[in-house]
């Protein structure tokens, strides 16, 4: 079961404006990620269910959180199909992202009291998914529908609430770009992971990168 519900949750990743997405199959690299993270002032975590046996790394980092990471809420990401997602919730998932809209997903979430936020490419999308109960939507690829996309969402619909992944970099120039559009938070992968870093084990520069991207975040809004 969830350690946090969908309000508590929201409010975490409101408070960061940041998720971390990442993912690897090694277990103990994965944890060490989380705890460089968190360090950093991360509060929600996304690990992506991209490899096989994915769930079982990620059964292992739920239960390191709770103990290293008290605070951390540990999300699952890529998911696209309800089975998948019951999977994970069984395995603690605190929260559920996927690269698309999916209903039968919602409701998956929606019994548990857990956020789901789908991956949304159309304004159409993004009304879909809020009807279902999905207070956060997430637009992606990022790089591909870019920041006016955003801005032009947010217009009429000035309620949303949007997480942005695909292209987000721990730079001002890239932050300043989402959050003046109207993001509520961005999700960032590979910019803030970079795989010489990983290889070598170097943490102290995720955290410092961590860091460094959620006083931009603070400054901006």
């Avoid at 350690?3 to 690299?29: C, N």
């Avoid at 990471?69 to 089975?83: H, L, Y």
């Avoid at 857990?114 to 997430?138: F, H, N, R, W």
Wanted: glycine content about 10%.
């Amino acid at each position: 079961m969830a350690r946090f519900d969908k309000v508590t949750v929201l409010q975490k990743i409101g408070s960061t404006g940041m998720v971390p997405v990442f993912y690897h199959k090694d277990a103990e690299v994965a944890k060490k990620v989380v705890k460089a993270c968190y360090e950093g002032g991360v509060r929600a975590f996304e690990f992506t269910n991209r490899g096989d046996f994915a769930h079982e790394v990620f059964a292992e980092i739920v239960k390191f959180a709770a103990k290293e990471c008290p605070e951390m809420a540990i999300g699952v990401g890529s998911i696209v199909d309800p089975a998948t997602a019951a999977l994970y919730l069984q395995l603690g998932a605190c929260f559920v992202v996927g690269p698309l809209f999916n209903p039968e997903v919602a409701k998956v979430c929606n019994r548990r009291l857990v956020a789901y936020t789908p991956g949304c490419g159309s304004i159409s999308e993004v009304g879909m998914a809020q009807e279902v109960g999905c207070d956060l939507c997430k637009v992606f690829p990022g790089d591909v529908l870019g920041a006016n996309f955003v801005k032009g969402l947010m217009a009429p619909m000035p309620w949303s609430k949007l997480m942005v992944t695909g292209g987000v970099e721990p730079t001002r120039e890239n932050l300043t770009a989402w959050f003046k559009a109207g993001v509520y938070c961005v999700g960032m992968g590979s910019k803030l992971f970079p795989n010489d870093r990983v290889k070598t084990e170097d943490w102290n520069y995720v955290t410092e990168k961590c860091k460094e991207a959620l006083a931009c975040i603070a400054e901006l809004r």
